[in-house]
């Protein structure tokens, strides 16, 4: 009967295709240390205050270059000018900033956007302000590329009445201090095609409609630009484009295989395919197109793409558990539809992080300034979703352990009545046994590696020192030695469990006993060709 | 009681640091020999000449042609008021800079002014270039204090303007990947701007105490201990800033998760900066200028430890409670003091013993208010009658 690759590859060869595709494991990780920098970079920027005399919400102000607008100064503020209205002042962010005397401007390489508002507060003993205010703004968001005139600002996005939900607190109560107070989302922009943004923002206060009633002085506002790192993108993008093709290749090969067969492929066969096909759609170098094309809603589709491999790769886990249950089911094929009370939970997880990311990330490719976090009812409905998938999370780990914990009990038991089969049996049971155990374990170190480099990353500070020239990025390491290692998993275990061409079994060849081969090859003929592992299930449990 | 011993006996101590002090600054010392060494804190008194430095704010994109007229310029900009040759020179090469250094000085002076209000030394400046006068050539815990704060303050407002965008001479620094190109920040960001005002704070700060003494000084060894105490107290009063920088990081992986998270750098505001180096000022070390030999075999085991953030000083703090002219000390008599306090501001500490006078006055004060951002205060008039005490 040919059996999967597992069961009849040598040790040697086997020794040497694990240590091959460690080594690559090793190698992705260096690359993300060694060369790559860390993913995300954040530029922190203090807003000019620019004064807008007419009230001219449609014009733009920006900072630097020719037209700049004239500054607004604080003792125009002291200055018992009850003239001088909120709208007054603009504060405006023109970025990125200068450097080294020179003007910078965005890569479409550095991907995408995050803006988050940091308010300078300062004290006022005679007027105190409120612990919990919510604050208005007034924000514009417009781009310029290079070769544009420094007036050409077009408008990306406007928003007249954003609402975002202020919190500060003081400790020390002296004057000129500043209070503590939370960040403001501001901004997420899925792409950056352009090469120069300028943001206006205002405080509008209105008596009748209550906005920004109990705003405290506001000195100065900070804006936090995250982007991601030009060469963090390069380096990913080259990972995706070597594994694309080598992960599109090894399936052509695995299907082949499988078709070369009698028998029609068994479930465990389709999961291994579709684990292909979800890898292959993660891996698909689509950041070269954001190199010509705005694509705002890549980082929606990066979700996506991230979600249904994880999807897939859960429920993977579960069919493969199940199918190596070894108990006794009618002889029919399995399908998916047999699994589908312990896949659900995964269905629901995924689906309501699914719909929570549409929600959130959806709404920016219309309104880049949305959050879903704002509102009473987009936060309980937004925690209602994650605690959705959280609790489908934790009901589905319970079902795989418990699915395991069947399976090695199954085992053990099997154990005890192998010194009552003849040897070759036993000798092949043994291995069999063995190599499910390995891969097991392969699994657990994977997803282990995976909870333990997280962490290590959470408590280091991002990079360690090798020596004094290098450093390793943790960070970036993490996420290309994470991406790497789940790659090399479902290749290896594509090639693995695909069908064998040899003859079962080689290695009872070398200790060669032919008359109980022959009964062996009696006993597996049976019609369901899955794995010899379930067969053997099947047979024992005949016994 | 060494250090008041030693005092005693060499009364000509404060001469010798004058002469020092004026030699280290020998361009301008020579107009200025008969009063104090003018000092680049000056800046934060009067503010810069506006018209020399505007034109700066705006980056030559031809910088490669470094000709005349931009030398020019710079040294148009530079040619302001208290700046050592050392620091004219640093200022020649960053010209942009100045008008932050002169916001820097003044955030510090304020806010020494603003610590010291309720003490006998209460960070009087002078109308003169030297800024402090006696008390910056003492060599004591406030010259200490002056020292680090202004210096923190050079560090705090560069940083600022490159944050901002009006200092585009901020040096990007993306060296720590390997590329430090135009391209450089495309591949891995730049480096933090607090890097480039501590640097700069250092080159421009620290210019004037890192010459070497002239052959012509005498009293080499308390020159340099001198120097020494100036250029520890500055690198202080900038690693406080350092020290005080807040960590701040937002989660942005799959779906918003923490799987992916960045984090940044938050400068304190000044006050703060300034409410810990009030608090090393309490607890400066004073270092010996000489270390007889004596002594410093009785004292084995427990020397002195001096923390690279310690502000540390050589002389003892003057008596600032009797009015002195001629080094500049106001004494504390006409100061208003607090009868209820337990601190420095207490009538009894501030007057030092000589008693006070009490006034009763009519108190007018702005009281309910409600701030309308942005540009004023709805306030009520409310009339107290107070007791204002003034030391005598």
Not at chain 1, 316 to 335: D, K, P, Y
Not at chain 2, 137 to 144: F, I, L, M, N
Not at chain 2, 252 to 273: D, Q, V, Y
């Amino acid at each position: 009967m040919p059996g999967a690759i597992l069961e009849n590859l040598s040790g040697r060869k086997l020794s040497i295709l694990i240590s091959l595709l460690l080594i690559c494991q090793v190698v992705c990780f260096l690359i993300g240390g060694f060369i790559a920098p860390p993913p995300s970079h954040a530029e922190r920027m203090l807003a000019t205050q620019c004064l807008d005399q007419g009230n001219n919400s449609k014009n733009w102000f920006y900072s630097r270059g020719k037209g700049s607008c004239a500054l607004f100064r604080e003792y125009d503020k002291t200055s018992l000018d009850h003239r001088m209205q909120a709208n007054n002042i603009v504060f405006v962010f023109q970025f990125p900033l200068p450097k080294d005397n020179m003007t910078h401007d965005y890569s479409r390489w550095q991907q995408n956007l995050i803006g988050v508002l940091e308010p300078e507060i300062t004290y006022q003993p005679e007027a105190e302000m409120e612990q919990r205010i919510t604050l208005t703004l007034n924000v514009k968001l417009g781009y310029r590329n290079k070769g544009d005139s420094d007036d050409a600002w077009k408008p990306l996005a406007a928003s007249s009445d954003e609402k975002r939900i202020l919190d500060c607190s003081i400790t020390h109560k002296k004057p000129g201090y500043y209070y503590n107070c939370s960040d403001i989302p501001l901004l997420e922009l899925g792409s950056l095609h352009h090469d120069f943004y300028l943001l206006n923002i205002r405080l509008p206060v209105d008596n009748d409609k209550q906005t920004n009633q109990g705003l405290g002085h506001v000195h100065g506002l900070w804006l936090v630009a995250i982007h991601q790192n030009g060469g963090f993108t390069k380096v990913w993008v080259s990972l995706k484009t070597v594994f694309f093709p080598i992960v599109v290749a090894i399936m052509i090969w695995f299907w082949q295989r499988v078709h070369q067969l009698s028998r029609s492929p068994a479930l465990l066969e389709y999961m291994l395919l579709f684990l292909g096909g979800a890898l292959t759609f993660l891996n698909v170098p689509l950041e070269y197109l954001t190199l010509y094309v705005d694509m705002p809603f890549m980082v929606l589709l990066g979700d996506i793409r991230q979600g249904i491999f994880y999807a897939v790769l859960l429920s993977f886990w579960l069919v493969f558990a199940g199918e190596h249950l070894m108990i006794q089911e009618s002889a029919e094929q399995r399908t998916l539809k047999s699994y589908w009370k312990h896949l659900s939970a995964v269905a629901v997880g995924c689906f309501s992080l699914l719909v929570f990311d549409i929600c959130e990330r959806g709404s920016q490719l219309v309104n880049p300034f949305y959050s879903i976090w704002v509102t009473e009812l987009g936060t309980n409905l937004a925690l209602s979703f994650i605690i959705l998938a959280g609790i489908s999370a934790g009901v589905y780990f319970i079902f795989l352990v418990y699915r395991i914990w069947e399976v090695f009990y199954n085992i053990s038991a099997k154990r005890a009545v192998l010194p009552s089969m003849s040897s070759a049996r036993r000798l092949h049971y043994q291995g069999v046994i063995y190599r499910f155990k390995f891969l097991m374990l392969a699994t657990v170190l994977c997803a282990a590696m995976t909870v333990v480099g997280f962490i290590l990353g959470q408590v280091s500070e991002g990079h360690w020192k090798w020596d004094d020239d290098h450093e390793l990025e943790f960070t970036s390491a993490f996420f290309t030695g994470v991406y790497g290692m789940w790659n090399i998993y479902i290749f290896a275990l594509i090639v693995l469990y695909a069908p064998s061409h040899k003859q079962w079994p080689s290695e009872t060849d070398v200790r060669g006993n032919s008359s109980e081969e022959i009964e062996f090859s009696r006993l597996a003929t049976d019609p369901s060709e899955i794995s010899s592992l379930t067969s053997f299930a099947r047979k024992t449990a005949m016994d | 009681m060494r250090g008041r011993h030693r005092q005693r006996r060499r009364p000509s101590n404060s001469n010798r640091v004058l002469l020092a002090a004026t030699a280290t600054c020998w361009v301008l010392a020579l107009t200025h020999l008969h009063s104090v060494a003018a000092n680049w804190m000056y800046l934060g008194v009067v503010g810069i000449d506006t018209t020399a430095a505007l034109q700066h704010q705006q980056p030559a994109d031809a910088a490669a042609e470094a000709d005349d007229p931009e030398l020019v310029e710079a040294r148009a900009a530079c040619s302001q008021p208290g700046l050592s040759a050392q620091q004219i020179a640093v200022c020649m090469q960053h010209p942009g800079n100045l008008r932050s250094v002169s916001e820097g000085a003044r955030r510090g002076i304020q806010e020494c002014q603003y610590q010291f209000r309720n003490e006998r030394w209460n960070c009087t400046t002078t109308d003169e270039q030297s800024v402090f006068g006696y008390i910056l050539e003492r060599g004591s815990k406030e010259t200490a204090f002056i020292y680090a704060v202004t210096s923190a303050g050079v560090v705090h407002a560069v940083t600022q303007a490159c944050s901002s965008g009006n200092l585009t001479e901020c040096s990007c620094d993306s060296s720590r990947h390997g590329k430090n190109t135009k391209e450089g920040w495309k591949w891995g960001g730049c480096s933090d701007n607090l890097d480039y005002g501590m640097e700069f704070a250092r080159k421009f700060v620290d210019a004037p105490d890192l010459v070497k003494p002239d052959k012509n000084v005498k009293r080499k060894k308390a020159w340099t201990k001198r120097m020494q105490m100036n250029l520890h107290n500055n690198e202080a009063g900038r690693q406080v800033v350092d020290k005080l920088m807040r960590n701040q990081c937002r989660c942005h992986g799959i779906s918003g998760s923490c799987e992916l998270k960045t984090c940044w750098r938050t400068m304190p505001s000044f006050n703060e900066i300034g409410d810990m180096l009030k608090q090393k000022y309490h607890q400066a070390v004073q270092v010996p200028i000489k270390t007889p030999k004596r002594l410093r075999r009785k004292s084995k085991g427990k020397r002195l430890k001096v923390d690279k953030g310690d502000l540390v000083h050589i002389h003892r703090s003057p008596n600032y409670c009797v009015p002195d002219l001629q080094k500049g000390i106001p004494g504390t008599s006409g100061r208003v003091c607090n009868k209820t306090s337990q601190g420095p501001d207490s009538c009894d500490l501030l007057c030092c013993g000589r008693g006070y006078n009490t006034q009763v006055m009519k108190h007018k004060e702005r009281c309910q208010c409600k701030f309308v951002w942005c540009c004023y205060v709805r306030c009520k008039t409310c009339e107290t009658q107070i007791d204002r005490h003034t030391c005598k």
